[in-house]
């Protein structure tokens, strides 16, 4: 009987100066006990810290783990769309999302992915039934509180943790949603990718996750990143609005 093939899945990971982290978080990830073709694909803004340096050591060892260094522009929104249009040269099965600080535990991957097979984008929730967000400043919480309903609010979407950049895709969802036509350069890329395949109809669902704060490294959200996202998800609503509403009618 021939062999069955596994399941290809890659794990994508944004990461600036996130040195202290990395190594261990690839290590955890390719240590999961998983029946998938599992690889890592890091896609580094030329940390200053020399995260990327650290990450293509491990590339000599061990063959599944890929990175991807931009010397130019930084945003965590342009280095997500590079890192979907690597990962789909490859196509995977699955492309699996995942912030670089511990905040997004491996542990949770296998629950992705176990959804991955009926849903089009399973989404690691800390806000449906058994999620948790833990460890988080009472600010830090105000401020998430703020943001996810007020783009909930402008989006009219039926997602409860709408900020979650911890999340699996079927290849199709991103082949399909035209990663060239996105206008994102800072994290609310994570909010417009949601946007459009919700307005494409591609099947979401939420799945609980227990998110913890960092433990190493600093956060790259500051007050003037949050405001520029929230700006930003105004524009791409006008934007897509009017283009899907036109094509629905
Ligand atoms: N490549 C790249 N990754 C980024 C950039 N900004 C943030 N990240 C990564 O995106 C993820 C989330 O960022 P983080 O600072 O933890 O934001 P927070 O979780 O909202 O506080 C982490 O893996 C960061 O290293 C950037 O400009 N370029
Ligand atoms: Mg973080």
């Known amino acids: 009987m021939e062999k069955e093939k596994k399941k290809?899945?890659?794990?994508?990971?944004?990461?600036?100066?996130?040195k202290d982290n990395i190594q261990e978080l690839i290590n955890e990830i390719l240590d999961l006990p998983l029946n998938f073709d599992l690889s890592v694909l890091i896609v580094d803004d030329n940390s200053p810290d020399g995260t990327g340096e650290i990450a293509k050591a491990?590339?000599?060892r061990d063959k599944?783990?890929?990175?991807?260094?931009?010397?130019?522009r930084r945003g965590r929104g342009a280095a997500g769309i590079d890192g979907f249009k690597t990962a789909l040269k490859l196509?995977?099965?699955?492309?699996?999302?995942?912030?670089?600080?511990?905040?997004?535990?491996?542990?949770?991957?296998?629950?992705?992915?176990?959804?991955?097979?009926?849903?089009?984008?399973?989404?690691?929730?800390?806000?449906v039934k058994g999620g948790k967000d833990l460890n988080r400043s009472i600010l830090r919480k105000?401020?998430?509180?703020?943001?996810?309903?007020?783009?909930?609010?402008?989006?009219?979407?039926?997602?409860?943790?709408?900020?979650?950049?911890?999340?699996?895709?079927?290849?199709?969802?991103?082949?399909?949603?035209?990663?060239?036509?996105?206008?994102?350069?800072?994290?609310?890329?994570?909010?417009e990718i949601l946007y459009k395949a919700f307005l494409m109809n591609f099947k979401i669902k939420e799945v609980p996750i227990t998110f913890i704060?960092?433990?190493?490294?600093?956060?790259k959200l500051g007050l003037l990143t949050i405001i520029e996202t929230l700006i930003m998800i105004l524009k791409f609503k006008k934007i897509y609005s009017v283009s899907y509403l036109k094509n629905r009618v």
């Open 64 to 72: 599944r783990i890929q990175v991807v260094i931009r010397m130019k």
């Open 8 to 18: 290809k899945v890659m794990v994508l990971i944004p990461t600036y100066n996130e």
């Open 142 to 191: 105000f401020v998430s509180f703020f943001a996810i309903n007020f783009v909930r609010y402008q989006l009219h979407i039926p997602i409860k943790d709408i900020t979650s950049g911890f999340r699996c895709f079927k290849r199709n969802v991103l082949e399909k949603v035209d990663l060239d036509d996105l206008i994102s350069v800072g994290p609310s890329i994570v909010q």
């Open 213 to 219: 704060d960092r433990k190493k490294g600093k956060t």
């Open 58 to 60: 491990m590339t000599e």
């Open 91 to 127: 196509k995977p099965d699955f492309v699996i999302e995942m912030d670089g600080d511990f905040s997004h535990q491996p542990r949770f991957i296998p629950l992705l992915l176990k959804h991955g097979e009926t849903n089009d984008i399973v989404l690691g929730s800390r806000f």
